[in-house]
């Protein structure tokens, strides 16, 4: 063996221990950091798709749906899902100037997500209501979602589409631990939907 | 005559006390099952079970960032957090009785929480600890391995060549 072969040699073990010491190190290095932190927020309809939202509403019929949040905050989150019901004339949620509804919250689903976690829910939806013929109408009694009776005090009147449309959405708050308060995280979604008279 | 009459009169006594007992016991039961809760007693049970869910939330919060596994944990508090809405909800309805049980359900489901947040904690304390001492370990050994190959690089290209004899 000449001092060439030699040479390669000894690169060629010392590369290779090299590799093996370090390999611990090197896979904490060679991870790319995470740059860009957020939430994900989604509704899904009854076949985990998004061709089949429920928008023709009938009286106590029931509508399932699937409401997922996944966390990428690089920290474990407690989210507030602030389900809110509007007519057409109502505070809605503004996305450019990042506020959210006026409208008190009908209910509040609870969510902790781990970091780089997702939860998904189903949701079952029915809506109690009757049509005033004489004022040309849709008056609500009450919503019920996933068995919890919410008191429903809207009504909605007929529009140009000569339909009945009202906007279930949900709007995503996240609790602060600095100031021990939940603030709104620039999230909602919104479900359109047509009452049948 | 008169003995089948205080006969008559024993048993009818005898009935009317087993009946007296029985409705006493039927009314402590009522009460036990239909306890009447107030408005601030509700009020009192529904903070209660927010604050031991924001404190449980921390503590998981803390055993996540050591680097602990708290799918389960969150899976607890999930629950805890549903009562909890279902609370408010009964609370804003005017149910106190409903909302302070259901308050109290809340709490009794994170009796333990904190405990085992902690010790989670800890546990991936030591974890970190020792993953730290394998990495530093790692390294060591790196820079002894490029030390030793710097050394034999050195003593091979000082190795006299063998001088032919001509």
């Known amino acids: ?197 | 005559m008169f003995i089948k009459t205080f006969f008559c009169i024993l048993i009818f006594l005898t009935f009317l006390s087993s009946c007296s007992v029985l409705n006493l016991a039927y009314c402590v039961k009522a009460r036990e099952d239909f306890s009447v809760f107030s408005e601030s007693e509700a009020q009192i049970a529904v903070e209660a079970a927010e604050d031991k869910i924001l404190t449980c939330y921390q503590a998981a919060s803390n055993a996540a960032n050591s680097g602990a596994n708290v799918s389960v944990l969150l899976l607890i508090l999930d629950e805890a957090g549903t009562l909890y809405s279902r609370a408010q909800l009964a609370y804003q309805n005017g149910d106190f009785n409903s909302a302070t049980s259901l308050a109290n359900l809340s709490v009794e489901k994170l009796s333990n929480f904190v405990d085992d947040a902690n010790l989670l904690e800890q546990e991936a304390s030591k974890q970190q600890f020792m993953d730290f001492l394998a990495l530093a370990a790692s390294a060591v050994a790196t820079m002894l391995v490029l030390f030793a190959s710097a050394i034999a690089w050195i003593v091979l290209n000082r190795t006299p060549r063998k001088v032919k004899a001509t």
């Not at chain 1, 072969?5 to 010491?21: D, F, H, K, P, Q």
């Not at chain 1, 957020?38 to 106590?60: A, C, I, M, Q, R």
């Not at chain 1, 905050?73 to 996305?95: H, I, M, W």
């Open chain 1, 1 to 197: 063996m000449n001092l060439f072969e030699r040479r390669i040699l000894l690169i060629l073990i010392s590369g290779i221990l090299i590799l093996l010491v370090a390999s611990p190190v090197l896979t904490r290095l060679l991870v790319f950091p995470r740059t860009e932190f957020f939430t994900e927020f989604w509704v899904l309809d009854s076949n985990h798709g998004t061709k089949d939202y429920p928008f023709n509403v009938t009286l106590t019929h029931d509508y399932n749906v699937f409401l997922g949040i996944a966390n990428h905050l690089g920290y474990c989150a407690y989210y507030s899902v602030e389900v809110k019901f509007r007519n057409q004339t109502q505070s809605a949620p503004d996305r450019f100037n990042h506020a959210s509804s006026s409208l008190p919250a009908l209910f509040n689903i609870s969510a902790f997500v781990a970091d780089e976690g997702a939860l998904e829910q189903p949701l079952t939806l029915s809506f109690a209501y009757q049509y005033n013929e004489s004022l040309s109408r849709v008056e609500f009694s009450s919503l019920k979602l996933n068995g919890n009776e919410l008191d429903l005090n809207t009504m909605i009147t007929r529009d140009k589409e000569n339909g009945f449309p009202g906007f279930l959405f949900f709007e995503l708050w996240i609790y602060n631990g600095t100031s021990n308060s939940f603030q709104y995280h620039n999230r909602f979604l919104s479900l359109k939907l047509d009452m049948t008279v």
